[in-house]
């Protein structure tokens, strides 16, 4: 008796070792996501397309300008930087190793990654112009598709 409960402590023993790699890769990769979310900054970009968000939606209707702050506190409770962080990490840790995550970072620390970093928001933004550009010069294109869409819509019997 006293042989068995030895040998499964020793079995237990050997399995608790071998896993032990990928227990410390999990924690690896986390730690390494975590630095990755730190040097791309995206704390502040949330919080800027949060407000940013809610400015627009202020726009389109005013009538929402007094409840700003009361909005501003409800998103930044549920879609902020800190309460998605641990959904962000564990979206990177399911994406990446933990050593594909060290060499983006390690990247992202190079002159030419803190230039993509910097260049990033500007090179969107110059992304959505042009694809707006190709959508307003075919608008017509994409009228004449949505109206004949309508008229095949219109002749199909109703059920």
Same mark, same amino acid.
């Given at each position: 008796?006293?042989?068995?409960?030895?040998?499964?402590?020793?079995?237990?023993?050997?399995?608790?070792?071998?896993?032990?790699?990928?227990?410390?890769?999990?924690?690896?990769?986390?730690?390494e996501?975590?630095?990755?979310?730190?040097i791309?900054?995206?704390?502040?970009?949330?919080?800027?397309?949060?407000?940013?968000?809610?400015?627009?939606?202020?726009?389109?209707?005013?009538?929402? %300008?007094?409840?700003? #702050?009361?909005?501003?506190?409800? !998103?930044?409770?549920?879609?902020?930087? &800190?309460?998605? $962080?641990? /959904?962000?990490?564990r979206?990177?840790t399911?994406?990446?190793?933990a050593?594909?995550?060290?060499?983006?970072?390690?990247?992202?620390m190079?002159?030419?990654?803190?230039?993509?970093?910097?260049?990033?928001?500007?090179?969107?933004?110059?992304?959505?112009l042009?694809? %707006?550009?190709?959508? #307003?010069?075919?608008?017509?294109? !994409?009228?004449?598709?949505?109206?004949? &869409?309508?008229? $095949?819509? /219109?002749?199909?019997?109703?059920?």
């Open positions: 008796m006293l042989l068995v409960s030895l040998r499964n402590k020793v079995l237990w023993l050997c399995v608790v070792v071998s896993l032990s790699p990928y227990a410390y890769a999990a924690s690896d990769a986390e730690t996501a975590g630095k990755l979310l730190n791309i900054g995206v704390a502040e970009v949330m919080q800027q397309s949060i407000e940013q968000m809610l400015d627009v939606q202020i726009q389109q209707n005013p009538a929402l %300008a007094d409840y700003r #702050q009361v909005m501003l506190d409800f !998103l930044n409770k549920y879609v902020s930087y &800190e309460s998605m $962080r641990p /959904q962000l990490v979206l990177y399911e994406a990446f190793s050593a594909e995550l060290k060499e983006i970072n390690a990247f992202y190079t002159s030419t990654g803190k230039k993509t970093l910097k260049m990033m928001p500007e090179m969107m933004a110059k992304g959505a042009i694809s %707006a550009s190709l959508i #307003q010069s075919n608008m017509s294109e !994409l009228q004449a598709m949505l109206a004949a &869409e309508e008229a $095949r819509l /219109q002749q199909q019997p109703t059920k």
